[in-house]
């Protein structure tokens, strides 16, 4: 199809793909690259597994059903009947369809294949770091995977390799992730651009040395994001500072068992676990705390970060990923030596205890201000999609 009409840029139609299990944590991010892409296309197709609503004109939403599964077998199967499943919706889609973008799963090189074939361009964003990371982060965590979960991740990692290949463009959050994920011999098609614009929502209000000690986690409770070393580290932390509350936004595979944890140690005064919240409650959320805590093996560049600077909430955070790109310690957040517990005590109390919270508050949101306005971010993206 050609990109120009009477002499001008035709704006294209767009597929965005998730990954078949795609949960709530998840629906920020899309709806950022939906309000980042939507001006710049005539149409977008969501294709996903999950459930999913937007009201955003233009947008046409495909739900593929997907059931998860426990045994490695089970799971290859319902692999493959999904994979089945989106190139029977792709071939309708084939005559309209200008790009295909895979968000939040790049694993899927069948798709991606099919829809090559049929002369649709494809995108592959670099949200996470891949299952190969997820393998290292498994071996960091000291819990033992299960041979079918190891099993599971290699093949995933197989997988995202030969997709990475036949993928037309790669999408990173930065320079920082392209090394991680060693893309280098992909050079020519990696691109760097964000998509977690700042919203009117999120802005500065109830200044941070008038906070309560209030120490949040917010995010998908499963092992990758390090949420039990956080729950572990804090009886130390409580220890040390008795004036600290904690606050854990979330769901997940973990629930039960963070919710245990808190149960067995009498830590329910001093810990509110609140499950999913809207995303709209969120502004309101960062600023009762002291401390946002991200604690993960494993991260591209998470929306939360941005979303925490730039409402005035200091951010504790592992230096994996994109993060050191927009934490730089004691300038624009913290940073940690690492996620186990004892680093997480130290890390927190540090944090909690440092004299000039108020001029790093000040530095992370200049720094969003300038980096993450929506104006840029939607004009790395037309490049993206015009280039």
């Given at each position: 199809m050609?990109?120009?009409?009477?002499?001008?840029p035709?704006?294209?139609?767009?597929?965005i793909?998730?990954?078949?299990?795609?949960?709530?944590?998840?629906?920020?991010?899309?709806?950022?690259?939906?309000?980042?892409?939507?001006?710049?296309?005539?149409?977008?197709?969501i294709?996903?597994?999950?459930?999913?609503?937007n009201?955003?004109s233009g947008?046409?939403?495909?739900?593929?059903?997907?059931?998860?599964?426990?045994?490695?077998p089970?799971?290859?199967?319902e692999k493959v009947?999904?994979?089945?499943?989106?190139?029977?919706?792709?071939?309708k889609?084939?005559?309209?369809?200008?790009?295909?973008?895979?968000?939040?799963?790049?694993?899927?090189?069948?798709?991606?294949l099919f829809?090559?074939?049929?002369?649709?361009?494809?995108?592959?964003?670099?949200?996470?770091?891949?299952s190969?990371?997820?393998?290292?982060?498994?071996k960091?965590?000291?819990?033992?995977?299960?041979?079918?979960?190891?099993?599971?991740?290699?093949?995933?990692?197989?997988?995202?390799?030969?997709?990475?290949?036949?993928?037309?463009?790669?999408?990173?959050?930065s320079?920082?992730?392209?090394?991680?994920?060693?893309?280098?011999?992909?050079?020519?098609?990696?691109?760097?651009?964000?998509?977690?614009?700042?919203?009117d929502?999120?802005r500065?209000?109830?200044?941070?040395?008038?906070?309560?000690?209030?120490?949040?986690?917010?995010?998908r409770?499963?092992?990758?994001?390090?949420?039990?070393?956080?729950?572990h580290?804090?009886?130390?932390?409580l220890?040390?500072?008795?004036?600290?509350?904690?606050?854990?936004?979330?769901?997940?595979?973990?629930?039960?068992?963070?919710?245990?944890?808190?149960?067995?140690?009498?830590l329910?005064?001093?810990?509110s676990?609140?499950?999913?919240?809207?995303?709209?409650e969120?502004?309101?959320?960062?600023?009762?705390?002291?401390?946002?805590?991200?604690?993960?093996?494993t991260?591209?560049?998470?929306?939360?970060?941005?979303e925490?600077?730039?409402?005035?909430t200091?951010?504790?955070?592992?230096?994996?990923?994109?993060?050191?790109?927009?934490?730089?310690?004691?300038?624009?957040?913290?940073?940690?030596?690492?996620?186990?517990?004892a680093?997480?005590?130290?890390?927190?109390?540090?944090?909690?205890?440092?004299?000039?919270?108020?001029?790093?508050?000040?530095?992370?949101?200049?720094?969003?201000?300038?980096e993450?306005?929506y104006?840029?971010?939607?004009?790395?993206?037309r490049?993206i999609?015009?280039?």
């Open positions: 050609s990109n120009v009409m009477n002499g001008r035709r704006k294209l139609n767009v597929g793909f998730t990954h078949p299990f795609f949960a709530q944590a998840g629906h920020p991010a899309l709806d950022n690259i939906i309000a980042l892409l939507s001006p710049l296309t005539n149409k977008l197709f294709i996903t597994g999950g459930v999913y609503d009201a955003t947008i046409e939403i495909f739900r593929i059903r997907a059931t998860e599964r426990k045994r490695l089970s799971k290859m199967l009947l999904f994979d089945v499943r989106v190139i029977h919706l792709l071939s889609l084939r005559k309209e369809m200008d790009i295909l973008i895979f968000f939040h799963g790049s694993n899927y090189p069948a798709p991606l829809a090559r074939s049929q002369k649709i361009t494809c995108f592959l964003v670099m949200s996470t770091l891949g190969a990371r997820q393998i290292g982060a498994v960091q965590s000291g819990v033992p995977a299960q041979w079918g979960e190891r099993a599971r991740l290699r093949l995933s990692d197989v997988l995202e390799r030969i997709s990475y290949f036949f993928a037309d463009k790669l999408i990173a959050y320079p920082s992730i392209v090394d991680e994920i060693k893309l280098h011999q992909y050079s020519k098609k990696v691109v760097i651009a964000r998509h977690s614009p700042v919203v929502g999120y500065l209000k109830n200044d941070i040395v008038h906070r309560e000690n209030v120490v949040g986690y917010i995010g409770l499963s092992e990758e994001k390090g949420i039990l070393n956080l729950v580290a804090i009886p130390e932390v220890s040390k500072r008795n004036d600290v509350t904690f606050l854990i936004v979330g769901e997940g595979s973990l629930e039960d068992t963070v919710g245990t944890y808190v149960d067995a140690h009498a329910s005064g001093k810990v676990l609140t499950g999913w919240i809207p995303h709209n969120l502004p309101d959320c960062f600023a009762r705390l002291k401390l946002l805590v991200v604690p993960s093996y991260e591209g560049l998470p929306a939360v970060i941005i925490a600077m730039a409402c005035g200091p951010v504790l955070a592992t230096p994996v990923g994109a993060v050191p790109d927009v934490l730089k310690d004691k300038e624009t957040g913290f940073l940690l030596n690492d996620n186990s517990p680093c997480l005590v130290e890390g927190i109390t540090t944090a909690l205890a440092y004299p000039d919270l108020r001029r790093i508050v000040t530095s992370a949101r200049a720094l969003v201000e300038s993450f306005r104006e840029t971010l939607a004009e790395a993206w490049d999609l015009c280039r």
